[in-house]
């Protein structure tokens, strides 16, 4: 026939526009009657859908009544903004709790996505601190959307102005439970069985934004877990609370934090992004056996 | 580095529509944020029906949405599309109402029976004239259709959503979830296809 197309692109293109159908498609649907029953199917399909779309009730009155009933008024901007990378956080990652507990080493390639802080204008602490710290998630994370929450293994590695976490998920890319890494029976529809990201020290009301997603961080002093959980409340997005213990007192400058007894704790509140990478069971399995060593 | 080069280029571009209802909003002017509400309370609260499938808790929370929008407008970055800025707010809020929803154990959000979807329709042919039968029977292909949608995986059905039901274009589908028009291309192309075969399986396509 001479055309370009085969049938696996044209079903690849008849699903991605079934508008706007290139000539060579048009040419190849003419010739293959399948291709072309298919193509019907593509319009029928957008038209059901687009027909059993629910209707849309009167939101704009019910707002604009409730700002003006309520008094609302836009909140003044925050006086400190930055622009600093921030990576990838999961969507299961809700509420995390992490505890510094041990010395330890920087995963390679975290030791590279350090580069660049000072540069990247974010808060740095003068205080002498160990290069890194290899931290202990001890609270679980609570997911939310699809699947439920539940124990994860995860590591976190702070430097002296960054701290990076790896958290591996107790159930796999399938929803199955990840026998390997976990007790806690999981269900989760998507696909997220790690990740890694990383945590700036942010002075309260500084704002950071991440350059993959544009979602907006702000640091907060808080004093207590309970008041980080309010604080991020009245935001909105992923919260994500860091308690430091006494043993590194010297982690965040007192100038920037406030201390309550043994204990810091910082909220980050910003929003949660889209988790790509996936893993596989041998890999994770993998990284169990050799943390178990 | 690259994320400071946006900086830069923000202070080129012409403000969007969008931008200077947000501009006037900020401004004083709240009829200005009624236009935002007005343009994108569609998309805004079909999202949320999807994710949520009950349609009062979709109602409250797009009410939520664009409340948490108005008081925060002053934080929206103009190098950003405000679709884009809407539709995180949007998403962060289901997520948290889901959360708290899991938290406190209520009805489960995937237990919602039928009756959740009778005001969704119109039962009236072309002329207007009410035909229970065929009324039944439209009725019911929708709530199917509906229930294959939420049967996606997030991506797939906020990219159904937004270019089957919302009609956006592939420039500003590829804007509000922060993806390259090729993905979107094939995210779409990808979504169809489990769309059809779900619907397939229920006998409708």
Redesign the interface.
């Known amino acids: 026939m001479g055309h370009k197309y085969d049938c696996k692109k044209a079903?690849?293109?008849i699903?991605?526009?079934t508008e706007a159908l290139s000539d060579d498609l048009l040419c190849h649907l003419e010739d293959c009657p399948e291709c072309k029953k298919q193509y019907e199917?593509?319009k029928?399909?957008?038209s059901?859908?687009?027909?059993?779309?629910?209707?849309?009730?009167d939101?704009?009155s019910?707002?604009?009544a409730?700002?003006?009933k309520e008094n609302?008024?836009?909140?003044?901007?925050?006086p400190t903004r930055r622009?600093?990378?921030v990576g990838t956080l999961a969507?299961a990652a809700?509420v995390l709790v992490i505890y510094i507990s041990a010395n330890g080493g920087m995963l390679p390639d975290m030791i590279n996505r350090a580069s660049?802080e000072e540069?990247?204008g974010f808060v740095t602490s003068d205080c002498a601190v160990p290069e890194t710290v290899e931290c202990e998630i001890f609270d679980s994370t609570?997911?939310?959307?699809?699947g439920?929450?539940g124990s994860n293994s995860t590591k976190l590695y702070a430097s002296k102005t960054k701290t990076t976490a790896e958290t591996v998920f107790d159930y796999k890319a399938d929803g199955t439970q990840n026998a390997a890494l976990a007790e806690i029976p999981q269900t989760c529809?998507?696909a997220q069985t790690k990740e890694s990201f990383s945590i700036y020290s942010l002075a309260d009301g500084a704002?950071a934004?991440d350059?993959?997603?544009?979602?907006?961080i702000t640091g907060a002093n808080v004093e207590s877990e309970t008041e980080a959980a309010t604080e991020a409340?009245d935001n909105?997005?992923y919260q994500l609370f860091i308690k430091l213990s006494k043993r590194f007192p010297d982690r965040i400058s007192e100038e920037l934090y406030k201390k309550t007894g043994d204990e810091i704790f910082i909220s980050f509140v910003g929003?949660?992004s889209?988790f790509e990478t996936e893993y596989t069971e041998e890999a994770l399995i993998e990284y169990a056996e050799k943390n178990a060593k | 580095m690259a994320i400071f080069s946006r900086e830069k280029d923000k202070q080129a571009l012409k403000l969007s529509e969008d931008a200077e209802l947000v501009k006037k909003t900020i401004n004083g002017d709240a009829s200005a944020f009624g236009g935002l509400v007005e343009k994108y309370s569609s998309f805004v609260y079909r999202t949320i029906f999807f994710d949520l499938r009950c349609h009062e808790d979709a109602e409250d929370i797009s009410q939520e949405v664009f409340i948490k929008a108005y008081k925060s407008l002053a934080s929206f970055r103009y190098d950003s599309e405000f679709s884009t800025w809407l539709f995180r707010i949007c998403k962060n809020t289901v997520y948290d109402h889901l959360r708290k929803q899991t938290r406190t154990k209520t009805l489960s959000v995937y237990d919602m029976g039928d009756g959740e979807d009778d005001k969704e329709f119109e039962f009236a042919d072309t002329d207007g004239e009410y035909q229970p039968e065929k009324a039944y029977i439209s009725k019911e292909t929708s709530r199917l259709v509906n229930d294959a949608i939420r049967e996606l995986s997030e991506e797939h059905r906020d990219v159904i959503i937004l270019r089957d039901i919302e009609e956006k274009s592939y420039s500003e589908i590829a804007d509000i979830l922060s993806i390259e028009e090729g993905t979107v291309k094939s995210r779409l192309s990808r979504a169809r296809a489990s769309l059809k075969k779900k619907l397939s399986a229920k006998a409708i396509l």
């Not at chain 1, 609570?142 to 699809?146: D, I, T, Y």
């Not at chain 1, 350059?211 to 907006?216: C, E, F, P």
């Open positions: 079903l690849d293109d699903f991605s526009d199917k593509a029928e399909l957008c059901l859908v687009k027909k059993s779309a629910p209707d849309v009730p939101i704009k019910s707002v604009l409730k700002i003006e609302i008024t836009p909140e003044k901007a925050k622009r600093l990378p969507a809700a660049n540069e990247a609570e997911s939310s959307g699809a439920g929450g529809t998507e704002e934004e350059s993959d997603s544009n979602r907006i409340d909105y997005g929003e949660i889209d």
